[in-house]
């Protein structure tokens, strides 16, 4: 396949970085979890949407590392990259908080990648619809999960709603950039690589309107987005999960484990 | 493994003689080789000690989440980190049936984990002690997995049906845990000096307290005679103890590893490996609760249960709301 550049970006590696950061860097966070969930069947459900995570990350950063062509493995990628050099979602390196926020930023995230995993199984790209199949298949599971307990949580208690539209009201701002498509974005989708942003919209919101009302939930009406411009630029939080996770890479350079 | 002084209230075995007749038919029954179903007839004491026993089994596995989920974010590639969640996930499913397994005898998985949280109830030593390189991951599943097992699998033939059948089930994911944890230190040994340094000091500081998993010497094991007569227990706790030292040996040479026991010598004799004394003291310390993590993992395991609190109600509101909806409809 002839690679198209756009500003000196390899449209697909850049895209399959975008995809598998997002699922490299939650699932990390999820991680974090084991062992300190609520309640004993969360520790196992939280562990599987986390190994399901880290699946994906094989799978977009192994492909990643073939587009790239510079013999860089998916673990190259993922242990040996400066945060300039990531490519996720700000909502996905956000700290777990509460249990209700990681619930939160879960739904938000997992009703964005549904949607658009079930669109990238129509990739131009053969290689990236077949990820896309096998992937959505997982995140079905994760869709349905979240959404399951963003509504129990919302509709619980008065304690508990308070849990959520605080969750809610701290992570929305974050949402705004999962539709804010840059140049590269728009490069991607005019090659078919990927569908418009534009598209999975309605369905998003369709979803997260539906679910918040059934939880008992208020989308903060007056939120300001953030807008950050560039995808190398992440908060703060990001350095500290490289540092967690890349350390033994790190330490000892070129051992293998 | 993991249920390691586990008390009966015998001072000393009846005979059969001494027995109401009741008791002697299910002594009979046991003695047969027969499994002892829920709701069958069973002595009091038979009951509690399975309640005990199953219960801290239970509560090893959820403690034991937090020695190996420590290294989970920084665990060095992405497979290894897929193959310790999974592993730590299997930790908490087995805390999930053994929990079951003992509601099965008519107490709540609520009551037995206030009970642990309240320090009333005991976990496995081994799990006070810290993980502090990622050798340490290969270490636990290659020895407190492999001592685990050791234990389990004379567990699969107890006398009660249920713990005998989660025990079936649990051994076969803790075959798999014990060959990965013994694959990382293979990798580790056979790494830069750096790694082989590594794998050898987590060899240094597991072995011990690894051997402790079983529990006293048989001498010092007041409860276990009446265990064995009730066919809870399979075995002793110095038979399983020879039986993993006898196979450990012979692994850790075989990836250049040394065991740190200066007496540690083959005994042709016996046809079994001689080892240096038990520090036993360490382990009533660590059993009373002054071992190294003792209090950390207990400070973490309240956090997640207090922090969770508002999670677990607000589950159990909504499951009311919506069953109260279901009616008025």
Same mark, same amino acid.
């Given at each position: ?18 995809? !598998?950061? %997002? ?24 562990? %599987? ?7 994906? #990350? ?29 490519? %996720? ?38 290689? $990236? ?45 974050? #949402? ?7 140049? *590269?974005?728009?490069?991607? &989708?005019?090659?078919? *690589?990927?569908? @418009?942003?534009? @598209? &999975?919209?309605? +369905?998003? +919101? ?16 007056? /939120? ?31 051992? #293998?484990? | ?6 008390? #009966? ?80 996930? @299997? ?34 030593? $081994? ?9 340490? &991951? ?7 997995? !492999? ?22 089930? $649990? ?12 694959? $990382? ?16 000091? /987590? ?13 006293? =010497? ?44 200066? +007496?540690?010598?083959? =005994? ?5 490996? @001689? ?14 609760? %002054? ?39």
């Amino acid at each position: 396949m002839t690679a198209i550049v756009v500003e000196g970006c390899d449209l697909r590696l850049e895209f399959l970085l975008r995809m !598998g950061d %997002n699922c490299l860097v939650l699932g990390h966070r999820l991680s974090e979890w084991c062992g300190h969930t609520p309640v004993l069947e969360e520790d196992i459900a939280i562990a %599987n949407v986390s190994l399901d995570l880290v699946g994906q #990350t094989q799978l977009w950063l192994g492909l990643a590392g073939e587009v790239e062509e510079k013999g860089h493995s998916a673990d190259n990628l993922a242990y040996l990259r400066d945060a300039g050099g990531f490519r %996720n979602f700000l909502l996905v390196e956000q700290p777990n908080g509460s249990y209700g926020q990681t619930l939160m930023r879960q739904f938000l995230f997992d009703a964005w990648h549904y949607f658009m995993l079930r669109r990238l199984e129509h990739s131009s790209d053969k290689r $990236i619809a077949e990820i896309a199949e096998k992937a959505v298949k997982e995140v079905t599971y994760h869709l349905e999960r979240s959404t399951d307990l963003v509504i129990r949580l919302g509709d619980g208690t008065p304690e508990s709603r308070a849990f959520m539209q605080e969750a809610l009201e701290m992570l929305w701002p974050y #949402t705004g950039q999962m539709f804010d498509a840059d140049s *590269l974005d728009d490069a991607a &989708i005019a090659s078919g *690589l990927m569908p @418009d942003l534009a @598209d &999975i919209r309605p +369905d998003w +919101d369709t979803q997260v309107n539906r679910v918040l009302k059934a939880a008992t939930l208020q989308v903060p009406k007056e /939120a300001w987005l953030h807008k950050v411009g560039a995808r190398s630029v992440h908060t703060e939080h990001l350095g500290y999960i490289l540092a967690d996770m890349q350390f033994l890479q790190r330490s000892y350079p070129g051992a #293998t484990w | 493994m993991y249920a390691q002084m586990v008390k #009966t209230d015998a001072d000393r075995v009846k005979s059969l003689d001494e027995m109401e007749p009741v008791e002697r038919a299910f002594q009979q029954r046991i003695d047969a080789g027969e499994k002892i179903e829920p709701k069958e007839w069973m002595p009091e004491g038979y009951r509690k000690t399975l309640v005990r026993q199953i219960s801290q089994h239970a509560h090893s596995e959820v403690v034991g989440q937090l020695p190996e989920g420590n290294w989970i974010t920084r665990a060095p590639t992405l497979e290894r980190k897929a193959i310790l969640l999974a592993k730590v996930q @299997d930790e908490a499913g087995h805390g999930l049936y053994l929990y079951c397994a003992a509601e099965t005898l008519g107490v709540s998985r609520d009551d037995l984990y206030e009970q642990l949280l309240a320090g009333r109830a005991k976990y496995s030593s $081994i799990f006070n002690y810290p993980t502090l390189t990622w050798a340490d &991951i290969g270490a636990i599943g290659w020895l407190v997995d !492999g001592a685990a097992i050791m234990n389990q699998v004379q567990l699969q033939k107890t006398s009660y049906g249920p713990y005998s059948r989660a025990m079936i089930r $649990i051994c076969k994911e803790e075959s798999f845990h014990q060959r990965q944890g013994y694959e $990382i230190m293979s990798v580790l040994a056979s790494g830069t000096e750096e790694q082989k340094a590594m794998a050898q000091d /987590a060899l240094d500081r597991w072995w011990w307290p690894s051997l402790m998993m079983f529990g006293p =010497n048989d001498a010092d094991s007041a409860h276990s005679a009446e265990s064995m007569k009730w066919k809870i227990k399979r075995e002793s706790n110095d038979e399983l103890r020879q039986r993993f030292v006898d196979r450990t040996v012979q692994q850790a040479e075989t990836i250049g590893l040394t065991v740190p026991d200066p +007496d540690l010598k083959w =005994n042709e004799e016996r046809g079994h490996y @001689d080892f240096g004394p038990i520090d036993w003291d360490e382990f009533w310390n660590v059993v009373k609760g %002054n071992g190294p993590c003792n209090r950390d993992r207990m400070k973490a395991r309240r956090e997640a249960h207090e922090n969770g609190r508002w999670v677990r109600e607000a589950a159990a509101a909504h499951a009311a709301k919506k069953a109260a909806r279901k009616t008025a409809a």
